[in-house]
């Protein structure tokens, strides 16, 4: 069963087509990777999920329900979270504070309490509870990522958007990721939707990998049968990435 899906979405800016006539499912449970060159349009396909754009064409449901219809500011309230290419922090606030801001959009009738005690097990979670109160502009970049993970699990979404979590994190820091990737998902019974260029990182945590070249799908798959295919070969994964030894 598909917890999401993403039909006959277009997107264009201008005369550049971003996403032509994209459709792909996210099933209920799984981690699905989304891979392909850069500016493909794999953040566009985010954006157009977390009504940042609105898709000129198509239409994106969560579980049968359209988010088109939804206000850009209640999607976060349809269970839908994620995290940025580019850190979306606010560097002079805490950790914790950072953390709370993702409770706001599902916090009605619940007491500032009881969102402060899920944010300071979050931290926890994710292993910095322990600076709770230290700034977040003052973190390493992995710190920040960890920080950013916490602030969109405290929002319970169903629908996790990760936006390439490797990106900036050292050799060790990457190592570590996919089991974490995979601990979220049973932890707290996501669906994992992964834009990430780390090979190694998303072939290895994915069920199942769509892949987008020049704003099209050109593949959809077992990371297996998705390396094996010759239209991906040809488009991203001829030449091997330095950052998989």
């Not at 914790?96 to 009605?108: A, D, K, Y």
């Not at 629908?159 to 932890?187: K, N, Q, T």
């Amino acid at each position: 069963m598909a917890l999401l899906e993403v039909r006959n979405v277009t997107r264009r800016f201008g005369g550049i087509v971003a996403l032509d006539d994209v459709s792909l499912d996210v099933p209920q449970g799984e981690i699905v990777g989304l891979i392909g060159p850069n500016g493909a349009g794999k953040t566009t396909v985010f954006n157009v999920i977390t009504r940042l754009y609105r898709p000129d064409g198509g239409e994106v449901a969560l579980q049968g329900q359209s988010l088109l219809a939804v206000p850009a500011h209640r999607v976060v309230e349809q269970g839908v979270a994620r995290t940025f290419q580019n850190l979306a922090l606010f560097p002079t606030m805490t950790v914790l504070e950072n953390v709370l801001v993702g409770t706001h959009t599902r916090s009605r009738g619940r007491k500032g309490g009881i969102e402060r005690r899920r944010a300071l097990a979050l931290l926890d979670y994710v292993g910095l509870a322990d600076i709770a109160g230290r700034e977040a502009g003052a973190l390493s970049y992995g710190t920040q990522k960890r920080v950013e993970a916490a602030r969109a699990l405290v929002s319970d979404p169903k629908l996790l958007l990760l936006d390439e979590p490797a990106g900036g994190l050292a050799r060790d820091e990457v190592h570590g990721l996919e089991e974490f990737i995979r601990s979220m998902r049973s932890d707290f019974a996501l669906t994992v939707l992964l834009v990430e260029h780390h090979m190694r990182l998303v072939m290895g945590v994915s069920d199942r990998v769509h892949v987008l070249d020049f704003g099209r799908l050109i593949a959809s798959g077992s990371p297996a049968e998705v390396q094996e295919d010759p239209l991906v070969i040809e488009a991203y994964l001829g030449a091997p990435d330095e950052d998989e030894a």
